[in-house]
């Protein structure tokens, strides 16, 4: 499926400069392994960032990205800490993506800890960089940072991306 659609995009007239293909691995780490193969299977007129690989999915990324902001958001954070027995805003990867049920589930988790105050999108644009580092190894955020620095931030420095170049 990857390598399907990186295909598509270097068979376009214009293909673009580079390509980002996000994919909530779900607890599959063979979707990590096809990705990576695709990339390797061909020469690419494009980068490709490699990074975009959620473990176990996209919510993680949000709850490794969520900081309280008052003592209500202390408080619920620190009921899910003890409800879960570990921090998942410091260990997003122990979440859960397949039962919704599962008190572990990522969305769930998200869902409680955003009950009030801002929503995960604007807290997501105000994080520092060096939190979604330092809190999202295990759940692939710092490796999509890096990613997103070696390969997609050049781009944009060459001018090189455009509406249409950058997908």
Known sequence: ?????????????????????????????????CFAQAVAAGSWPFDVVLGALPEPEIEAWLVAAWVPEDDAERQRLDALRRELHFDPCVQPERLTSKNEADRKNAKRVLAVLTTTGRDADARWADVLIERLEASGAACGLARFVREVREHLVPVVERGGASASGLR
Not at 21 to 32: N, P, S, T
């Open 1 to 33: 499926m990857h390598r399907a659609a990186l295909l598509l995009f270097a068979e376009e007239s214009e293909p673009p400069v580079a390509v980002v293909i996000a994919r909530d691995l779900d607890g599959r780490a063979e979707r990590a392994e």
